[in-house]
């Protein structure tokens, strides 16, 4: 069973415009959410998080926003590069005992030049 | 420069070998991970260590097993118990065992049989 989903396995857009991952959750003990980038034969990387005090979270180019009631959230990348196709984790992790992130299963994002 | 090693990049097993898998960091975090990745898969943990001397079960632990003797250290053992063990294994690492902290990881090891 699925905590953490990420439904969509890839995304193709073109450079310079939008690419948005959308990550869904099920456990309501979760209250923070990381995004994980990951290149073929590397390890993820971390790459921006959010608390569930928040709806928003901004770095660079890159913008998570978080929908408790939906448990929802999505990563935005603005604009997009050719260098950030990559796998797209998404995961969560809360208090109480649920404190090891779970992780989805990734999107796999393609930039076109 | 701080960062988790794992060794070795690749590594082939025969029927009922275990093989053991190494993963060292100098960041001086306390706690470190074991996760496994397969096709179309998410990361699935295997185990974790939160202090040295400590370790806990994962999602996946059967035909796996860890020591954390040192902390810099968090060796994971693939034994013959483990039927299907052809996957790219993760080692993490982070400040602590909170949700909250980031993970960093190594570049992995991929597992293959003979």
């Known amino acids: 069973d699925q905590q953490v989903k990420q439904n969509s396995p890839s995304l193709s857009v073109q450079e310079g415009r939008i690419s948005i991952l959308n990550c869904d959750y099920t456990?309501?003990?979760?209250?923070?959410f990381l995004w994980y980038k990951k290149y073929p034969a590397e390890g993820p990387t971390f790459l921006i998080s959010?608390?569930?005090?928040?709806d928003k979270n901004e770095d660079g180019r890159f913008t998570v926003f978080l929908n408790k009631s939906a448990k929802h959230l999505s990563l935005h990348i603005v604009p997009s590069q050719p260098g950030d196709s990559a796998v797209y984790f998404c995961?969560?992790?809360?208090?109480?005992?649920?404190?090891?992130?779970?992780f989805g299963r990734g999107t796999s994002l393609i930039v076109h030049p | 420069d701080g960062g988790i090693t794992q060794s070795p990049k690749y590594l082939f097993r025969k029927e009922g070998q275990n093989v053991t898998l190494s993963c060292e960091q100098n960041?001086?975090?306390?706690?470190m991970y074991w996760y496994r990745q397969d096709p179309g898969q998410g990361l699935r943990l295997i185990y974790y260590?939160?202090?040295?001397?400590?370790?806990q079960k994962g999602d996946i632990a059967e035909g796996y097993s860890v020591s954390r003797e040192k902390k810099e250290s968090f060796p994971l053992t693939v034994t013959s118990a483990q039927k299907n063990p052809t996957a790219f294994y993760l080692c993490?690492?982070?400040?602590?065992?909170?949700?909250?902290?980031?993970?960093?990881f190594g570049d992995g090891t991929r597992l293959s049989i003979l």
């Open positions: 993490a690492s982070s400040i602590s065992g909170q949700g909250s902290q980031p993970q960093h």
């Open positions: 456990n309501s003990m979760f209250d923070y």
């Open positions: 959010i608390s569930s005090i928040k």
């Open positions: 995961a969560a992790s809360g208090t109480g005992g649920s404190y090891i992130p779970t």
């Open positions: 960041l001086n975090h306390d706690a």
């Open positions: 260590s939160q202090i040295v001397n400590d370790f």
